[in-house]
C-alpha cells in the first residue's frame, strides 16, 4: 500500500494551494479518504473526509468555505484544494484511509509572509 502526498509548500496569507494524494495497492474506489494535519505542538486534526463514491464530505469548522477535497477514482487520487491559506493553516498535511489504518509520509504547508 502506498499514499503519496505532493502539492505542499511555501504560500502567503490569502493564497492557494492544491494537495494530491496518488494512493496505491488497495480497492481505492471502496474506501472513504480523509486528509488529516499537524501543526508543531499540537495534536493531528482531522481536516475533511470523502466518502468513496465522492458525494458526500464534511469538514472541520477551521476550514468550511475555505477547503473543498475531492476524489478521482480513475486516477486512485484524492485532493485537497485550499483557499484563503491563513498562518494557522501551516501543518504537515497526511493523507489516510481511516478503516485501513494508512497514512501517507505528509506534505508540508506553510503559509507566511
Known amino acids: 500500500v502506498q499514499l503519496v502526498e505532493s502539492g505542499g509548500g511555501l504560500v502567503q496569507p490569502g493564497g492557494s494551494l492544491r494537495l494530491s494524494c496518488a494512493a496505491s495497492g488497495f480497492p481505492f474506489r471502496s474506501y472513504v479518504m480523509s486528509w488529516y494535519r499537524q501543526a508543531p505542538g499540537k495534536e493531528r486534526e482531522l481536516v475533511a473526509s470523502?466518502?468513496?463514491?465522492?458525494?458526500?464530505?464534511n469538514y472541520a469548522d477551521s476550514v468550511k468555505g475555505r477547503f473543498t477535497i475531492s476524489r478521482d477514482n480513475a486516477k486512485n487520487t484524492v485532493y485537497l484544494q485550499m483557499n484563503s491559506l491563513k498562518p494557522d493553516d501551516t501543518a504537515v498535511y497526511y493523507c489516510?484511509?481511516?478503516?485501513?489504518?494508512?497514512w501517507g509520509q505528509g506534505t508540508q504547508v506553510t503559509v507566511s509572509s
Open positions: 489516510t484511509v481511516p478503516l485501513l489504518g494508512y
Open positions: 470523502i466518502t468513496s463514491g465522492g458525494v458526500t464530505t
